[in-house]
DNA sequence: TCACTATAGCTAAACGTTTACCTACATCAT
DNA sequence: ATGATGTAGGTAAACGTTTAGCTATAGTGA
């Protein structure tokens, strides 16, 4: 075992000839306990002389806070995902706290892995974007009173309450599809990722409302689906590629809404392969929001997720909870931003 | 203070009617220990039916490693940073360990914080991408034996060993200057951070002795450079805009090279608001490999870091110090690959 | 039978904090 | 002088694990 010459409460109590008690007093800068400025003074500069360190897992041994929260997504080279985990590491940062981050991959055994290391570590709170299994691997959080928020997806199979911050997939889905549609489209088609993230589907609702509203048939032959499971960057980019190459079959598509920005990113590139021009030969709208979509000479209309409000508002509740002052539970939804752009021809001055 | 009921190895104990002692070995598979197969089902049975958690917390207190490394990086949003922690979070959970994460802003104030932090954690490994006051820093680490690696910048100002993995700045600046010059170009302008990152200075070192290598004379006019302190992705951006602008006041240049791809977005976006044309107007080459750079219609010339391969290196490198397996201090320095792209005019052709 | 060894498991100290409770002393009213 | 009260700080148990060292039992050879 190695042998770390620590300095401890110890050292710092013999160095200023007094008891351990007083030294942790001192440093934890107790309210209850009255210490004369001579001795506080001692102690504090025997502390600095020493070097001395505070031993979370001694102090968290004894029950108090770790310092650590726990944040898991599902993918790491998403940019929604992405903004909403700055934000969460900015505040926990501020707050003087440790950030723990895991990739699940989508993967409920990643996830249940990850969790019973937050376990082992007695994190003080989860921040997770759930897989479908979610709530069975975090119950035994849940069980514990460790705080968790869960993230863009509900935890799905559980009666328990929770709290749960998301964006609002099927607005952002209805206003695309409305701005298309306002821009002269009625052959939309979307690319779609159907999965077991109960919530996705929203998006299609979305889709589909707004067709309803402006009086616009569904065509399910319009919706072009990818089942992927285990999914990365580069699979999801080839689904959007062949889920593009399929839309392109039919003649009387004049734009796609591409309902994940990664599908979009294989969509455009077969697009460019075979000199489809956009917006000449076809619109598109994308549901998110990567850089590529201002950084292209076609400026992409797109659909902006509230990344670094979800996270900021997930963070709060956390430490609300932690410093012990939250209510109940918090569910909330959280509005997208539409960015219309030169990706989308209008036709309505053409007919 | 929270009291979270937890099963502790002594209800365990108590259920297998046997002593901690015993139900700690059993559960640690001792190899120094001989326990009875009768025994072992036993207590494997009671932690199973109790839903036993170990603590790392109290494990971590008596001396055995608490399954925690870190990693600090000055900037989430870019690039090649994420890439390295991508690969590190990667391998720190294949190895089991928990990851805990930190932006420094570039910040030496924030990166002596969450070292601090680290410290007090009794985090196991650091892994971090230093500010130039790193070496100070990580002193408290070093000092106590806690293994350290420096990415992609020196821990300057210490005369300590220690253990270093970087991408080859010089190479990569040489290689695209090279390949800006091979197509033609000899008034070539360098967009340049000028920084307190000591290893930054290498790319305006290889810019300057690829001119050299090719009997091109250097031309201090054509290093724009900008000094940055709290940098961020915005204020980047906007110095490459401003750079961009100052450098096409130039009529001779026809080649601008990046070298960070960050201000290649400032850049890009003045050119195109200017409708200056890429590379019919002006060639660029840029020194990072951001999605945009093949996403856009324009496929842009670019030197790829390695990402992926030097936060391999890295965590390899800490998990065998962590294992007891390492010999001495490494320092490698992992060539960047060129990508031409249709970003630059061959001008070879019409001289 | 005795001394010895091996086996299988137990006891208890230690890791570095926190905190309930105790103590020694001073002050004060009666 | 005495008991009560307040002050400033000390003592020691506890948190959940690990592990050195101990013990009780069984087996073995002379």
């Known amino acids: 075992m190695r042998k770390i010459n620590r300095v401890t409460i110890k050292d710092v109590a013999t160095l200023a000839n007094t008891s351990v008690a007083t030294v942790s007093y001192v440093l934890n800068n107790s309210q209850t306990r009255y210490i004369t400025p001579a001795m506080r003074k001692t102690v504090e500069d025997a ?103 869960s993230i863009e997806r509900p935890l799905t199979g559980t009666d328990d309450k929770y709290d749960f911050i998301s964006s609002d997939n099927f607005g952002a889905a209805y206003d695309m599809t409305e701005y298309l549609i306002k821009n002269g489209h009625t052959r939309i088609a979307i690319a779609y990722w159907e999965s077991l993230i109960t919530n996705l589907g929203e998006r299609l609702e979305g889709y589909r409302q707004a067709l309803k509203d402006y009086g616009i048939g569904f065509d399910e032959s319009l919706v072009k689906r ?93 430490f609300a909870k932690l410093e012990g002052e939250s209510p109940g539970f918090v569910q909330e939804k959280i509005p997208c931003t539409l960015y219309p752009g030169d990706s989308v021809r209008d036709l309505t001055n053409n007919g």
Not at 76 to 84: P, V
Not at 94 to 117: M, Q, S, W
Not at 229 to 257: C, H, K, M, W
Not at 289 to 300: A, D
Request: charged share 20%.
């Open 47 to 149: 502390a600095r002389d020493l070097g001395y360190v505070k031993s979370m897992v001694a102090s968290g041994l004894k029950g108090k806070k770790m310092g650590v929260i726990s944040f898991l997504t599902p993918q790491f080279d998403n940019h929604f995902f992405m903004e909403i985990f700055f934000a969460i590491e900015r505040i926990a940062n501020r707050k003087g706290y440790t950030l723990t981050v895991c990739n699940t991959f989508d993967d409920p055994v990643h996830e249940r892995i990850a969790i019973e290391r937050m376990s082992r570590l007695w994190v003080d709170a989860c921040l997770v974007i759930p897989t479908h299994k979610g709530a069975e691997n975090s119950a035994y959080l849940r069980a514990h009173k460790i705080p968790v928020v």
């Open 226 to 318: 990818t089942t992927l499971v285990n999914r990365t960057e580069d699979s999801t980019q080839g689904e959007g590629y062949r889920l593009t190459q399929e839309i392109l079959q039919d003649p009387t598509v004049t734009a796609v809404f591409y309902s994940q920005y990664v599908l979009a990113e294989g969509g455009i590139k077969y697009m460019r392969q075979h000199k489809i021009q956009i917006p000449g030969d076809m619109s598109v709208g994308v549901l998110g929001g990567p850089k590529w979509v201002e950084m292209s000479e076609v400026k992409f209309a797109h659909i902006m997720q509230p990344g670094a409000l979800i996270g900021e508002k997930a963070a709060e509740i956390i």
